[in-house]
């Protein structure tokens, strides 16, 4: 019997970074992954079919899939329903949005407290200490500007090296962070690998030309 596929939820806001969620959300699905694409409430004004798109950090407007209160509500009102994976892309203002919205840290939490995977990459590791520091005291990594703030609220920050496996990504058990939108690729394929499997991963990698 073929394993049921695995559901990923990418959350967007005003100002995230747009390849670190493309990029995330392309190699997901062609590792087969479920991914739904998230707008953060009260990040965007506007009616209708406006209120799903996001004005990104290089001002590429990327329309999402729900929101993120419409996908709870759906999806994960209850703890059998959450996502096997939670991305939080980088960019500042994305970043600084995500850590003023309650329901991302709600959500987060209950992420956490069910052993399931999150991931952040470049700016968005800030988010997990703005919400009552998640994960305080695992390895991580970020944006090096960010390198203080994390050790300082507690957290093992590393360079990830080069040459390493798992490419510029650091993975703690279920936390996945990396350092920016060179690294999205390695940061997608790491997830990709802990969602679907590390041969999934080699071989959507290698239709990508990665190597």
């Known amino acids: 019997m073929m394993a049921a596929t695995k559901r990923a939820l990418a959350l967007i806001a005003r100002g995230s970074e747009e390849m670190e969620l493309v990029i995330t ?4 699905r062609r590792c087969n992954v479920d991914v739904t694409v998230a707008l953060v409430q009260g990040t965007e004004a506007g009616t209708g079919k406006e209120e799903l798109i996001a004005c990104c950090s290089r001002g590429v407007n990327i329309k999402a899939d729900t929101t993120l209160q419409a996908y709870v509500e759906q999806h994960a009102a209850t703890d059998d329903g959450l996502p096997d994976a939670i ?14 919205a309650p329901a991302v840290g709600q959500l987060l939490q209950r992420q956490q407290k069910a052993g399931k ?5 470049c700016a968005a590791p800030t988010v997990l200490v703005a919400h009552g520091k998640l994960f305080a005291g695992r390895r991580v990594t970020s944006y090096p500007s960010f390198r203080e703030k994390m050790t300082e609220a507690g957290y ?9 496996p798992l490419g510029r990504v650091v993975r703690d058990d279920n936390l996945i962070t990396s350092l920016g939108p060179a690294t999205t690729f390695d940061f997608g394929l790491a997830i990709g690998a802990a969602l679907a499997g590390q041969d999934v991963a080699d071989k959507v990698a290698a239709g990508l030309l990665y190597k």
Request: proline share 6%.
């Open 87 to 100: 991305i939080l892309p980088g960019g500042l203002e994305g970043a600084k949005a995500m850590e003023l």
């Open 156 to 164: 093992v920050w590393e360079e990830p090296a080069a040459g390493s």
């Open 25 to 28: 959300v392309d190699v997901l």
């Open 117 to 121: 995977l999150v991931a952040a990459i």
